[in-house]
Each structure stands twice: as structure tokens, then as C-alpha cells.
T-cell receptor
């Protein structure tokens, strides 16, 4: 299995609080992605990174920011969490944009 | 923008039988990749099979095969000799080539239940 660790695995927080999710990889892959999974929508891309300090927006980026200061870490931040951001969040990595992505185990985030 | 549609929210099959999951997509790209991912109750996302659009030959991986119809923009997954462990949500996904950086667009998913 690809070495991808997401933390935390579960989190419950309140509306208006900041939240940071971490994705850590040991594969030295260049590309990293954050998706959210909601019923009826499959997975939707939030942000992605194609190298250290190189990031860009995906389909559903409003309310989210990311940072990648090291190859192995990709952080997703909700500056002020809202109930609509309750979801399961997946990190994915790939070593080439033409190659399949390998996914972490997901973080279940509940915002009350 | 690309779209991926899975028109079967749920499917069921008896163990050892064959089942086909449907996927259609819409794109103006000529160079792209298509994937099927499996998500069992454990929530892991597991790659099942991959198809490059420039290859006419349909991809196969053991009991899993695809029927790729480029002109019709159709990419169905056939599972032969279904096993109880195939019970999962299946997602079809699309990735454009070029400078898209491998961004995936997913369908809504099909829940497959294999009955003993």
C-alpha cells in the first residue's frame, strides 16, 4: 500500500472554529490532492498540489485553503468551519499526472 | 468541464455471476484516462482498473474488464465470477491529459451488493 497517512481520522468540531487536516506521504510523490466525499456527489476535488509551494484550486475550493511546505505534507485548512463542510475528506497522491492516484484512508469531519 | 455519470445507483448480483456497471462521460479532450475505483465498507479507495483513451484495446485485470466505447463516451465495468468481497461502492473517474495535473472527476457511484 502507498504510504499515505491522514490525520486525524475523525474529528467533531463546532461551527466557526478553524480546522486543519493533514496528509503525510512517504512515497516522495510530486502530486497531492484533497477531495471531499458526500452522498450523491462521489468525490470532488478541493485543491491540489504539483510540487512544494505549488498549489491550485479544484472544483469546490470555496472555504478551504491548503499549504505544502514540504514534499511529504499537504495541509487542508477550514478557516471558519461551517456545517456544509461536514464530509469525509480524502487525500490522494501520484508520482505522475498520467498515473492512478493512491488514496489515504479518509478523515470523517463533523461540524456541529 | 468534464462530467461523469453513473446511472445505476444500486446493483445486485448473485455470487459467481457476471455484472456490468455503466459509466458515461462528457469531454472535449482527445487525450484522457479513465478509471474504476472500488470503495468497500472500510472506506478505502482502491484502484480496480485503468484505461488510456488512445488505446483501443479494452483493459482487463483478472475478473475485471472494461468495455471502452470512445465514440459513445462510454466506459462500463464488467465483473465476472462475482465474489462476496466485491460488495462495495464503485466509482468511475475521468482524468484529462495535458496540463490538468491528473485531476480526477468522479461519478456519483454505484453500490454493488453480491448475494451468496
Amino acid at each position: 500500500d502507498a504510504g499515505i497517512t491522514q490525520s486525524p481520522r475523525h474529528k467533531v468540531t463546532e461551527t466557526g472554529t478553524p480546522v486543519t487536516l493533514r496528509c503525510h506521504q512517504t512515497e516522495n510523490h510530486r502530486y497531492m490532492y484533497w477531495y471531499r466525499q458526500d452522498p450523491g456527489h462521489g468525490l470532488r476535488l478541493i485543491h491540489y498540489s504539483y510540487g512544494v509551494k505549488d498549489t491550485d484550486k479544484g472544483e469546490v475550493s470555496d472555504g478551504y485553503s491548503v499549504s505544502r511546505s514540504k514534499t511529504e505534507d499537504f495541509l487542508l485548512t477550514l478557516e471558519s468551519a461551517t456545517s456544509s463542510q461536514t464530509s469525509v475528506y480524502f487525500c490522494a497522491i501520484s508520482d505522475d499526472r498520467a498515473q492512478p492516484q493512491h488514496f489515504g484512508d479518509g478523515t470523517r469531519l463533523s461540524i456541529l | 468541464a468534464q462530467t461523469v455519470t453513473q446511472s445505476q445507483p444500486e446493483m445486485s448480483v448473485q455470487e459467481a455471476e457476471t455484472v456490468t456497471l455503466s459509466c458515461t462521460y462528457d469531454t472535449s479532450e482527445s487525450n484522457y484516462y479513465l478509471f474504476w475505483y472500488k470503495q468497500p465498507p472500510s472506506r478505502q479507495m482502491i484502484l480496480v482498473i485503468r484505461q488510456e483513451a488512445y488505446k483501443q484495446q479494452n483493459a482487463t485485470e483478472n475478473r475485471f474488464s472494461v468495455n471502452f466505447q470512445k465514440a459513445a463516451k462510454s466506459f462500463s465495468l464488467k465483473i465476472s465470477d462475482s465474489q462476496l468481497g466485491d460488495t462495495a461502492m464503485y466509482f468511475c473517474a475521468f482524468s484529462a491529459g495535458g496540463t490538468s495535473y491528473g485531476k480526477l472527476t468522479f461519478g456519483q457511484g454505484t453500490i454493488l451488493t453480491v448475494h451468496p
